[in-house]
Antibody, heavy 126, light 110 residues
Framework: QAQLVQSGAEVKRPGSSVTVSCKAS????????ISWVRQAPGQGLEWMGG????????RYAQKFQGRVTITADDSTSTAYMELNSLRSEDSAIYYC???????????????????WGQGTTVTVSS | QSALTQPASVSGSPGQSITISCTGT?????????VSWYQQHPGKAPKLLIF???QRPSGISARFSGSKSGNTASLTISGLQAEDEADYYC??????????FGGGTKLTVL
């Protein structure tokens, strides 16, 4: 049974950076992607970006381009999401999810998140 | 990319059927049969209910079904049960490897 376990809650100052990790167990990344999704308090889901670990190719939502970096270490089945220049509006729960989207070479289509991590709460406050 | 449009709330009585709509554009919902639906209970991570418009992952009840017409996708829940009370989100592939979510719909079982 595939499972994703994320790192613990973080409290950060405005202007700083945060890195959230996501370790897969019970199943390898295989040819799946990992998507990162965030949810601000009382708000909806927002896709930030994704990566296909076996290839290391990351793609980002336009809103987060230049501020987020998604990486993965296929040897340890761990993905990472780093968000820079934090502001109060970045306070949210951050989820990683296995994305069983599809390859339409040379592009991976992220659209099918079937296993989710437990979420990591990031609080940005001065 | 703009978020897909969902009604803020819907409600129904136990045993009834309800439908949640999800309206996008010709650049996302209208262009790809890559719409997914997720259920989220308070304090929990989302759960995949439907992918590729109509497909159910293993273990998902047949009471959940999906469809699409033009730029609008729909999720129908038949035989409403108390445990269906949750938030529901649609998503669609939107090109350039990205996906976009709807704003979410709160389902109340009366």
């Amino acid at each position: 049974q595939a499972q994703l376990v994320q790192s613990g809650a973080e409290v950060k100052r405005p202007g700083s950076s945060v890195t959230v990790s996501c370790k897969a167990s019970g199943d390898t990344f295989s040819n799946s992607g990992i998507s990162w999704v965030r949810q601000a308090p009382g708000q909806g889901l927002e896709w930030m970006g994704g990566i296909v670990p076996v290839f290391g190719t990351a793609r980002y939502a336009q809103k987060f381009q230049g501020r987020v970096t998604i990486t993965a270490d296929d040897s340890t089945s761990t993905a990472y999401m780093e968000l820079n220049s934090l502001r109060s509006e970045d306070s949210a729960i951050y989820y990683c999810a296995r994305d069983r989207g599809n390859w339409y070479p040379p592009i991976f289509y992220f659209y099918r998140m079937d296993v989710w991590g437990q979420g990591t709460t990031v609080t940005v406050s001065s | 990319q703009s978020a897909l449009t969902q009604p803020a709330s819907v409600s129904g009585s136990p045993g009834q059927s309800i439908t949640i709509s999800c309206t996008g554009t010709s650049s996302d919902v209208g262009s790809y049969n890559l719409v997914s639906w997720y259920q989220q209970h308070p304090g929990k991570a989302p759960k995949l209910l439907i992918f590729e418009v109509t497909q159910r992952p293993s273990g998902i009840s047949a009471r959940f079904s999906g469809s699409k017409s033009g730029n609008t996708a729909s999720l129908t829940i038949s035989g409403l049960q108390a445990e269906d009370e949750a938030d529901y989100y649609c998503s669609s592939y939107g090109g350039s490897s990205s996906t976009v979510f709807g704003g979410g719909t709160k389902l109340t079982v009366l």
